[in-house]
């Protein structure tokens, strides 16, 4: 195991202090390889954001490691300086609604994190058309945002997620705002690209439809997580 | 690395578009006032300058002639020509009134000049139309700006005076266009009594017997007569030899005259330090309203511009964008409405500045300096959304 990938071990969060303390994560243990997708599941309140903002480095976990490829993230204090450039090169993010930048065309929405990262424009635009070449919306590569559909959007915030090839993306809620058809596309192409980029991929949701998709998901309550097989259902 | 705020603002072009050219006909206001105050200046400067004089002759403890009234006997020239360093010297009067054509009036400074050749002091330095005043009574020389034409009678006091010559940008240090008259007139006009004045002090005198002896036939008409004749100026205009020095020959003046002499840099000072010196409050009061109400408009327009992207300020955060870039992203916005608002301010400025009834002087050193001041207004009025923009927490992407 702790090849690559994503590990957690431990991991607690305490909001605030004294008589007024929230223990968000009691308990989170998670392994995720390189080219997995695995569900993240729970109740409202059972702390699914709370974890992904750990994992995006947002906010501090109190104790507990995290170890992402080979380096050593967290443990009981952040090992790495830059956390601003950690979610930048190691860490790719999707969420529910597709947060593009409506003033950048669907190409520099996608370009602008390797260009952040210091790549030049031209390379960082050649990195973003591959992707949205791969994810099948290379057509609307000079649209501005608002003139996709929720589908398209959806895909050029996966490409963004992916662009800079980090080892792990924290999906929330992704396929929420999706009919099935679509949903189940969106988890097709977070599975393609987990493989072709070797990227571990965590996926929050309560999404029905998608839940039987995972071969493994983890389970939280109360902040604690457990592990358990999923049905791992092939993809159309 | 692309221009994010470049992006930004031609994604939302109308918005700078229209606020910056709301902000810039405030800023065309701002300039406009500095040009008034300038314009202001500059009237007091061409009037010193077209007077021709180096020194000025004043009633001894006063601000005279334009800033103070000042009376001095007429034949006080003659003595100040005799001292040494005095190249040339001539009376001048000057009086503010209103100066009727037909059954219209015209508020100008009335200029009594002596009679002489072009470039005494006083005189008109060049006329664009017609000729200068060559009879000792009833001539004018206008300032086009009163609208009077050549051969028009005007109408100052009792006495008609017909238009000979036009001239340009002579006007008072309040703006008003210059009349210049003949100076035995314009004594006339600034002294004379009217008829039934001159009536009743021809009759008190008659009743004092000091003034009316029997026996001295000749005084009680002396006496009336130097009552009713005009041997007052407001002023001595002094041109002196190059050789000498213009306080050195001012002080002979004040020692030996016991008047007050005033050269070219203390009238200049009387002028621009005193008689403007209230309005150029007044101004300089509007352009610091003037900058607070730009400031206002434009921390208000990045403030609601910056509210409006706190979810793409978040998601920048989030996937790693420093808060250098999103600080700079916003005070470049900021620098373009400045510029956008100083670009049509100055246009708006150079077209309107021509239409106002007095003169109006844009100067370069008011325009950059206007420049920089909004470039630093724009600065101080995007701290407020810098602030709010840092404190924007990349967490909130990610959201509950
Ligand atoms: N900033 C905070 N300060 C204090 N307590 C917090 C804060 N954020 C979350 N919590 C608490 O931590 C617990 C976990 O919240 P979290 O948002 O992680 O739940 P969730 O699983 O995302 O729920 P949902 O499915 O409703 O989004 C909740 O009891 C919540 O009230
Ligand atoms: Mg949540």
Known sequence: ?236 | MISLAGRDILHAWGKFIFTGIGLGLLIGVTLTMAGVYRGMVDDGKVLLDNSNADLWVVQKDTLGPYAESSSIPDDLWRSILTLPGVAETANATYLTMQVGKGDKDVRAMVVGITPGAPGTPGWPPQLIAGRQITRGHYEAVVDITTDFQLGDVLKIRRNHYTVVGLTRRMVSSSGDPIVFIPIKDAQEAQFLKDNDAILMQRRRTEANSTFNRPGVPGLLDAVIASHTSNRFVNTVLVRIHPEFAPDEVAELIRRWKRLTVYDRAQMEEILVGKLIATSAKQIGMFLVILAIVCGAIVAFIIYTLTMDKIREIAVLKLIGTSNRTIVSMILQQSLVLGVIGFVVGKITATFAAPMFPKYVLLVLVDSIAGFFSILAICVLSSIVAIRMALKIDPAEAIGG
């Open chain 1, 1 to 236: 195991m702790a090849d690559k990938g994503i590990l957690i071990k431990s991991l607690s969060k305490r909001y605030g202090g004294g008589e007024t303390a929230v223990l968000a994560l009691k308990d989170v243990n998670m392994r995720v390889s390189p080219g997995e997708v695995v569900g993240l599941i729970g109740p409202s309140g059972s702390g699914k954001s709370t974890l992904l903002k750990c994992l995006g480095a947002v906010i501090d976990p109190t104790t507990g490691s995290m170890v992402l490829g080979e380096e050593v993230i967290f443990d009981n204090e952040w090992k790495v300086r830059d956390l601003r450039a950690l979610r930048r090169d190691k860490i790719g993010f999707v969420f529910q609604a597709p947060y593009l930048i409506p003033f950048l065309d669907v190409t520099d929405n996608v370009a602008l994190l390797p260009m952040l990262a210091g790549v030049s424009n031209s390379e960082a635009r050649k990195r973003a058309l591959t992707l949205l070449t791969a994810l099948d919306v290379q057509h609307r590569a000079k649209a501005m945002p608002a003139q996709l559909s929720g589908g398209e959007q959806q895909r050029v915030a996966i490409a963004r997620g992916l662009v800079n090839h980090p080892p792990v993306i924290l999906a929330d809620e992704p396929t929420a705002p999706l009919d099935s058809v679509r949903a189940m596309t969106v988890i097709r192409i977070l599975n393609d690209m987990a493989k072709r980029f070797d990227t571990a991929v965590i996926v929050v949701t309560h999404d029905e439809k998608i839940i039987p998709t995972f071969k493994r998901i983890y389970h939280i309550r109360d902040g604690v997580t457990y592990e358990e097989a999923g049905e791992g259902r092939p993809l159309h």
